[in-house]
């Protein structure tokens, strides 16, 4: 399975997008700042999904965001775990809708493919 989650890598021009495989769940889950920073090359996508979830509360569609699950990710940074906002594949897929961005596209074929693979 790692080799299938390098493969993401190369949609986004290097960009990392750390992931976590749940076997209870058997599920992936995503970072969501990752994603965010992968499709719209903000400085600070952190901050890109604060505004977000902001946003989707105070049109009342907050559900995209109360699915999150926080997990412990190694950070870039420092190589240390911090709890990491994620997503399901999905929720990603939601997120991808809601976030416009024409690198979009690619992410959402590789995850198509992903799960044509699990099924």
């Given at each position: 399975?790692?080799?299938k989650?390098?493969?993401?890598?190369?949609?986004?021009?290097?960009?990392?997008?750390?992931?976590?495989w749940?076997?209870?769940?058997?599920?992936?889950y995503?970072?969501?700042?990752?994603?965010?920073?992968?499709?719209?090359?903000?400085?600070?996508?952190?901050?890109y999904?604060?505004?977000?979830?902001?946003?989707m509360?105070?049109?009342?569609?907050?559900?995209?965001?109360?699915f999150?699950?926080?997990?412990k990710?190694?950070?870039?940074k420092?190589g240390?775990?911090?709890?990491t906002?994620?997503?399901d594949t999905?929720?990603i897929?939601?997120l991808?809708?809601s976030?416009?961005?024409?690198?979009?596209?690619?992410f959402?074929?590789?995850?198509?493919?992903?799960?044509?693979?699990r099924i």
């Amino acid at each position: 399975m790692n080799q299938k989650l390098e493969t993401m890598t190369d949609l986004f021009e290097n960009n990392e997008i750390r992931s976590i495989w749940d076997s209870e769940r058997e599920e992936y889950y995503f970072s969501i700042v990752d994603v965010i920073s992968a499709l719209t090359d903000s400085n600070n996508p952190r901050n890109y999904w604060n505004m977000l979830k902001k946003r989707m509360a105070e049109e009342e569609k907050s559900e995209l965001y109360t699915f999150c699950v926080q997990l412990k990710m190694k950070s870039k940074k420092d190589g240390k775990f911090y709890n990491t906002d994620t997503l399901d594949t999905k929720g990603i897929l939601r997120l991808i809708e809601s976030v416009p961005s024409p690198k979009a596209e690619p992410f959402k074929m590789w995850l198509a493919t992903l799960g044509s693979e699990r099924i």
